[in-house]
């Protein structure tokens, strides 16, 4: 793979695009396509020129084109990427795009994400605390927090990135999932302690810290130093502490 910019104004742009159908395996193959160079091309861009000029048939999922919707996720150049903001300049050479490998292909680009829903739905929810909140009071380093993890925009490309949701996905909800529970955690009036579920039911002891997810998330979340390890921490506080494990045995609480 090359990131290196490219030297030349470039006139045409060659792109290298995985084909196929989900359940036959035979149709699988890439096809590669020349569109013309314009300024400021994504590779989006490049995927709806040969939908309007060369094939009609080729499957991709978009929606807004501005980073937002979360919905051209793909691997460009075995990197997990947005389509729409990932330019063609950012390559020198071929460009090969295929669907994100981590789910099941559905066609061409793209892939069937639905049981991230499911996942999600798991996570215990914010759970507001009932007693002594009046007035909330939230401080601004609480607010700043909150607000990074809710700037998901769920393109699952950490999902896709994380080799762990890759070789044991029914072991471990993944990185996006972890953001979230985080984001309930964090919050100061949230009455409810996830650490139980994220040890035993969500698989967070798969995570090994690699920060592959931090390094793609495009909204630039923070995801293993913010979420991740602070998590982990509050699971070692409250399962492995020793003074912690005491009092909870003393006050026969879990
Ligand atoms: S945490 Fe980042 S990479 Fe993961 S789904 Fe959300 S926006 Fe995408
Ligand atoms: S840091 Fe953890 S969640 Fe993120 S990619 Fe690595 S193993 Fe997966």
């Known amino acids: 793979m090359s990131d290196e910019m490219a030297q030349e104004p470039r006139r045409e742009v060659k792109l290298r695009i995985f084909r196929g159908m989900g359940n036959d395996p035979s149709t699988h193959r890439y096809d590669?396509?020349?569109v013309p160079h314009q300024e400021g091309m994504v590779v989006l861009n490049a995927i709806h020129y040969i939908q309007r000029h060369f094939d009609p048939s080729l499957s991709a999922r978009w929606n807004c084109q501005a980073g937002r919707c979360g919905s051209c996720s793909a691997e460009i150049n075995d990197v997990p990427r947005l389509m729409c903001k990932t330019s063609v300049d950012r390559f020198e050479g071929e460009i090969t795009v295929e669907p994100m490998s981590a789910f099941p292909l559905i066609r061409d680009l793209a892939t069937a994400v639905s049981d991230n829903w499911e996942v999600g739905k798991s996570i215990p929810p914010f759970t507001?605390?009932?007693e002594g909140t009046e007035p909330w009071k939230i401080y601004q380093q609480d607010v700043e927090r909150s607000r990074e993890l809710r700037k998901c925009i769920e393109c699952f490309l950490c999902q896709d990135v994380c080799h762990v949701v890759r070789e044991h996905k029914a072991?471990?909800?993944?990185?996006?999932?972890?953001v979230k529970a985080a984001s309930f955690d964090m919050h100061p009036m949230d009455a409810l302690n996830r650490s139980d579920f994220l040890k035993d039911q969500a698989g967070l002891g798969y995570c090994?810290?690699?920060?592959?997810?931090q390094e793609i998330c495009p909204e630039h979340i923070?995801?293993?130093?913010?979420?991740?390890?602070?998590?982990?921490?509050r699971v070692v506080d409250r399962h492995y502490d020793p003074l912690v494990w005491a009092y909870r045995k003393l006050r026969g609480s879990k």
């Not at 072991?171 to 972890?178: A, E, N, T």
């Open 222 to 233: 923070i995801i293993t130093d913010d979420a991740i390890i602070p998590e982990k921490e």
């Open 128 to 130: 507001p605390k009932t």
């Open 171 to 178: 072991d471990y909800i993944g990185p996006r999932w972890v």
């Open 208 to 213: 090994n810290i690699t920060k592959c997810c």
């Open 32 to 34: 590669t396509f020349t």
